[in-house]
């Protein structure tokens, strides 16, 4: 492009001049560009060599100024003053920077105007780009001569060179090395190593270096001498500073010192010591005795076969029999009757052992086993007797129970070769009563034969009323003692001095009540007793004429639990005892559990309801009526509780003598009823409540020739009876005078420190229910809690608190703890009701 500029820029000039230049009437001073002699210089260009052309005449202003190699404005100047002149010119990019506008030749230009572009590091075509498509690059360099590769010129942004890349080794650059190539590339390979050192020897002894030289691609060692094995010859074979180094002539057979000196011995395997022969070993069976070298080994044959024993032989080859001989240990037995014996060598026939007289031998002289029964170790094994199994061990004489002597087997010093007899050390007792206790007290060769009735000593009751007893002592088990709880199941006693039977599950208690013909106490029973409150006795008798009749709920003869038909076919409906504050007496009953079940005719309540009975004995025949005193908790207001009333000759009843009550009022106290009048036969009769509504509770039943209920009253303080089971003061907390947490209950052997052991049932003589002497029972606060009978299946009460209880825990009314039928603890226990 910009050559092109430059060719018109000089046409146009060369055309311009030809105008400007040729003679015509403007030209003004034009300059003679080939004045022949005589021309004027100055003048315009005349026709000839000799012509002297007339001037052109007055300049024509064509405008201003511009570079076209003329006077423009006729100032008689060319390309003067031109505008803008010296500007910096458009391109100031690279190299151009810098540049400014000129006008040379009648031609515009810059003084920087881009250049073709080389390796430099610089912009030189201004184009914005540094050293762009490879300048100079692209030519092959190097050789590929040999290990020599050739690369491509190319032009480094980095450094603005023309560098060889890619091109591995030069001509001669590297050294030629011994590998069967062309290192230096040069076309030849390995050429000029013929001397690469010395090599081999050492230069020491029979050894000598040689000229390491390069064939084949690898080193060769010529001309040299190495080491050789060092035989004993005086030289040194082997180089290495030493003469027969390898022989050690004060030692070596075969060069005893001097080379070649070969020792030799009869039967011998010779040796060499500090210069001299010697006997290194004998052949086998010849032994060396006389320690001379001459004769060798001199003594045999003899085949030694160990250390010397006693069998007669030299078994050691030294020339003596049976000589420095020790017994083996334990050869002969040194315990019991064989004490201080000796061994003897008897040459062939061994060693011998000389015992005693009182060890049992055979003809030879060999231990046996004992036959005699003398408490002498008689075959020396530390076993007495041992002939006599049964020595030692314990023995009987005839009797039978507690009759029987009994006593050890011991040798008989009259026939000390007989068996052991039976010595008897504790004679038998007497004959007495059979007692509860896991002995034939009776001997007759029955243990506590009778148990199973109930009645033994040792099975003590208290009298309750109703007919029925209750356990005069904590339960327990007829092995029991003052110091364990015995382990035995036979039977169940109830006895003083006896650690209580604990660790039952509810379903085991109600089985060892029921093996002697008991049962678990009601919560009622349980809690009168404790509280010293009289029992209703049954049956209750109904005189003749106008009269009425109350019994407390809890003190009912008979109990019956159903299970639910509806809503909750799985749910067993019962009476349970409940404590809601304003009941007469230790508790009320109440029909649980509470799920809005309703037995809703009279027939269903022979059949399903749950049942309390009240055994009657009516006078005369006649028409009653019935009142309960009851309670209907708020939850129930909405449906009211109702319930049945009967008195029929059986249980569970007639459906025509079942009267409908329903209970007046809720979460207070009240009478309901009367009934309607029930007819009543003279004669034994069950007076009856029956559940409709569950949730209601009752506290009394009523039965009357009246029209009327009683008034309602509260109950008076203290109508519950006492609240801990004290001789006197019952209802002051006395520490210690029962087993709970405050007394030290501490068992032989004594412990530092409080603790919480369960006594012996009867321990503590003032801890028993005070009623008349007869009645006392023992042990119903503290000691071990006990199982009573259940308020519904699974739901098991627990009364009367435990050693590590404290104060409300032992006391009598306490009844909120219940178990399921697994559960057990060492601290529960049980007592029988019958």
């Not at 003692?481 to 109600?510: D, E, F, H, K």
């Amino acid at each position: 492009m910009i050559r092109h500029v430059l060719l018109v820029a000089a046409a146009l000039l060369a055309s311009a001049l030809s105008l400007s230049c040729s003679v015509n009437e403007y030209c003004l001073n034009c300059a003679k560009i080939d004045a022949a002699p005589g021309d004027v210089a100055g003048d315009a260009t005349d026709g000839g060599p000799t012509i002297d052309a007339p001037d052109g005449g007055a300049c024509v202003v064509t405008g201003v100024e511009v570079c076209d190699g003329k006077d423009n404005d006729c100032n008689g100047m060319v390309d003067d003053n031109i505008a803008g002149l010296g500007a910096a010119c458009a391109n100031q990019v690279g190299e151009c920077a810098g540049g400014v506008t000129t006008c040379t030749g009648g031609v515009s230009g810059c003084s920087k105007p881009p250049m073709a572009e080389t390796c430099d590091h610089k912009d030189n075509n201004c184009n914005g780009m540094i050293d762009e498509g490879d300048p100079g690059g692209g030519a092959a360099c190097g050789t590929n001569v040999g290990e020599c590769t050739a690369g491509v010129k190319h032009c480094d942004l980095t450094t603005g060179l023309v560098e060889c890349i890619g091109a591995v080794g030069t001509v001669g650059g590297q050294p030629e090395l011994c590998n069967g190539r062309d290192d230096d590339c040069d076309g030849n390979f390995d050429e000029g190593l013929t001397n690469l050192g010395s090599c081999g020897g050492p230069n020491v002894g029979a050894c000598h270096t040689g000229t390491l030289v390069c064939q084949g691609g690898g080193t060769v060692c010529q001309n040299d001498q190495g080491p050789t094995f060092e035989a004993c010859d005086n030289a040194d074979n082997d180089c290495d500073g030493g003469v027969d180094e390898d022989y050690n002539k004060l030692t070596d057979p075969q060069n005893c010192m001097t080379c070649g000196n070969v020792c030799m011995a009869p039967h011998a395997t010779s040796g060499c010591a500090g210069g001299a022969c010697t006997i290194a070993s004998c052949a086998a069976g010849y032994h060396n005795l006389n320690g001379t070298v001459a004769d060798g080994c001199e003594y045999g044959p003899c085949q030694a076969d160990g250390a010397e024993v006693c069998d007669g032989v030299d078994n050691d080859c030294d020339g003596i029999v049976d000589n420095g001989l020790t017994a083996p240990a334990g050869l002969c037995k040194t315990v019991g009757a064989c004490t201080g014996a000796t061994a003897q060598c008897m040459g062939a026939a061994g060693w011998k052992c000389n015992y005693g007289a009182t060890v049992s031998t055979d003809v030879s002289g060999n231990i046996i086993a004992e036959t005699k029964c003398d408490t002498i170790d008689n075959d020396c094994d530390t076993k007495v007797d041992e002939n006599q199994p049964n020595k030692g061990l314990a023995c009987a004489d005839a009797g039978v129970g507690v009759c029987k002597g009994t006593g050890t087997f011991t040798c008989d010093a009259a026939n000390l070769d007989g068996p052991a007899v039976c010595t008897v050390t504790v004679p038998g007792m007497a004959s007495s009563a059979e007692q509860c206790d896991g002995l034939d007290n009776d001997c007759d060769g029955l243990v506590d034969d009778g148990a199973n009735t109930g009645n033994l000593p040792g099975q003590d009751w208290v009298a309750m009323g109703n007919g029925h007893e209750i356990m005069k002592f904590e339960a327990s088990r007829p092995d029991a003692s003052a110091l364990a709880p015995g382990v035995s199941t036979a039977t169940t006693c109830s006895r003083t001095g006896a650690i209580p039977w604990t660790n039952v599950t509810y379903p085991q208690a109600t089985a060892a009540c029921a093996a002697i013909g008991a049962r678990l106490c009601t919560e009622g029973e349980w809690h009168e007793t404790c509280s010293v409150v009289p029992h209703q006795s049954y049956p209750i008798t109904v005189p003749t004429g106008t009269f009425t009749v109350t019994v407390e709920a809890e003190d009912y003869s008979a109990i019956a639990a159903k299970a639910d038909t509806a809503p909750n076919p799985d749910v067993v409906h019962a009476w349970v005892p409940n404590y809601t504050p304003g009941f007469f007496n230790v508790s009320a009953m109440e029909a649980s559990p509470n799920t809005g079940a309703n037995v809703d005719t009279a027939a269903r309540a022979i059949t399903d309801s749950a049942r309390l009975d009240y055994a009657l004995t009516v006078t005369t025949a006649g028409s009653y009526r019935m009142c309960v005193r009851t309670y209907s908790p708020a939850p129930n207001a909405t449906r009211n509780d109702h319930f049945w009333v009967g008195v029929s000759p059986t249980a569970p009843g007639v459906a025509t003598n079942l009267k409908a009550l329903i209970t007046p009022t809720d979460d207070a106290w009240v009478w309901t009823g009367p009934s309607a009048a029930i007819a009543v036969a003279a004669g034994p009769n069950v007076m009856s409540v029956y559940m409709q509504d569950d949730g209601l509770r009752i506290d009394q039943v009523y039965l009357t020739t009246a029209a009327t209920c009683p008034a309602n009253t509260t109950p008076p303080v203290g109508s519950a009876g006492n609240k801990w089971a004290y001789q006197s003061t019952p209802n002051t907390f006395q520490p210690g005078v029962c087993n709970s947490d405050e007394l030290d209950a501490d068992l032989p052997p004594a412990t530092p420190g409080d603790q919480d052991d369960i006594l012996p049932s009867g321990s503590l003589a003032a801890c028993f229910a005070n009623g008349a002497l007869a009645l006392d029972v023992y042990d119903l606060s503290g000691n071990a809690k006990e199982w009573t009978a259940a308020r519904q299946p699974g739901q098991n009460p627990i009364r009367g608190g435990s050693s590590n209880n404290t104060a409300d825990g032992i006391s009598c009314p306490l009844n909120f703890t219940l178990a399921d039928d697994d559960f057990f603890f060492p601290n529960v226990g049980f007592r029988c009701c019958r």
